[in-house]
């Protein structure tokens, strides 16, 4: 049987030059439309982190995607943290700086039961300024982030540097 990270180098894509010259972009969407493949990498995720944490958070877009059926699967909530405006009612709002640019995130200021624990998902770690923006959110609601996950951590890009003292777990590192 393929483990996880076997999965995920097979069903990765890379784009050169997208969203802008000198990026390469790495497209999951082969294995989003995999299910088998998918599944897999749910299930790693969930082995790991069952019974230590209290809600999944996904960070907008591909967070979503694999956050909302991971927290389904482990029987637990879900919180999404959105681009900013995308939310009613009062949010915390937190902006920072991109490999490719700049971006502002939010989440709603009542997403977390005081105290929760929370593990943090997303597709990508790279330069580390939408993990560190998105934990920073979660705690500024009452929440604790237990630890953040990824599937692909671009090392090269020394995003765990923006993320001292937290516990993350990357499937795959490049």
């Given amino acids: 049987m393929a483990t996880a ?11 050169p030059d997208f969203p802008t010259p000198g990026v390469v972009f790495k497209d999951l969407s082969p294995l989003f439309r995999d299910p088998q493949a998918f599944a897999t ?6 082995d790991r982190w069952r019974g230590r944490v209290d809600v999944v958070a996904g960070i907008e877009a591909r967070g979503f995607i694999i956050g909302a059926p991971l927290a389904q699967a482990m029987g637990i909530g879900f919180v999404p ?16 700086d991109l490999e490719y640019g700049e971006a502002t995130i939010e989440v709603a200021a009542d ?7 929370v593990l943090l998902v997303d597709d990508v770690l790279a330069t580390g300024g939408t993990a560190a923006a998105a934990a920073e959110l979660i705690e500024r609601a009452g929440a604790r982030v237990t630890a953040l996950e990824v599937l692909l951590e671009l090392s090269f890009l020394h995003g765990r540097e923006k993320l001292p003292g937290r516990e993350l777990h990357a499937i795959h590192v490049d």
């Avoid at 900013?84 to 709002?93: D, I, N």
């Fill in 5 to 15: 990270a076997d999965v995920l180098g097979t069903h990765t894509r890379e784009v």
């Fill in 41 to 46: 990498v749910l299930a790693d995720i969930g």
């Fill in 81 to 96: 943290i959105r681009k900013a405006g995308k939310l009613p009612g009062q949010t915390h709002t937190r902006s920072y």
């Fill in 111 to 117: 997403a977390f039961v005081p105290g929760c624990r």
